[in-house]
């Protein structure tokens, strides 16, 4: 009987990591990997970016005019080819390694800005540099200046907390750990 429950078990563990696995898909590893490693981004991050952004379908196209897997708007990505070794005239917004690259490099420049902490690159990834800059002016929303005690757009607050449980489910899933 206690052979039969450990056959059970593992059978339903092993089905439901594959549940898991297509609900939380994971693509472009290779691209992934190469660009979280050079823009030092940890990987999760940006696989769960890439899920709540566009779901991994690299053609993606937001209303907001947003593009590709990580959803860069045209005006983000010029700046980032200014930046980094991609031509905004030649490198397709679309292309998954493009977008990746750019993606990982943006991330890393708003964890960077704001001295590392998540939660406000990520609304910053969301709702732009210019909102979060001055949420963090705002003594309705921040009281000292260097986090927030409250998003005021609920897109961007759900968005946070999504790509931040989405980051834990793709380490459960994907790390060796």
């Known amino acids: 009987m206690i052979i039969f429950f ?13 549940y898991t696995q297509t609900v939380y898909p994971l693509r472009y590893e290779k691209y992934i990997d190469q660009y979280s490693s ?7 991050l940006i696989m769960a970016i890439i899920r ?3 779901n991994y379908i690299h053609n993606a196209k937001s209303s907001s005019d947003a593009n590709g897997l990580m959803q860069i708007t045209n005006e983000t990505y010029k700046w980032i080819c200014d930046k980094i070794d991609l031509d905004s005239k030649n490198d397709d ?17 708003l964890i960077d800005k704001y001295d590392g902490d998540l939660v406000l690159a990520l609304a ?3 709702a732009g540099m210019g909102n ?11 009281t000292d200046g260097k986090s927030l005690d409250y998003i005021p ?16 489910i793709y380490f459960k899933l994907y790390s060796n750990e």
């Open 6 to 18: 450990v056959i059970l078990t593992v059978l339903l563990t092993g089905i439901y990591k594959i």
């Open 124 to 126: 910053a990834y969301n």
């Open 38 to 44: 050079e823009y030092n981004v940890d990987k999760y």
């Open 153 to 168: 757009f609920k897109e961007t607050r759900n968005y946070v907390e999504k790509v931040q449980r989405y980051k834990e």
């Open 132 to 142: 979060v800059d001055k949420w963090l002016n705002d003594e309705n929303y921040c």
């Open 52 to 54: 709540a952004e566009s």
């Open 93 to 109: 917004i679309f292309d998954p390694q493009n977008n990746i690259k750019a993606g990982c490099f943006y991330i890393s420049h």
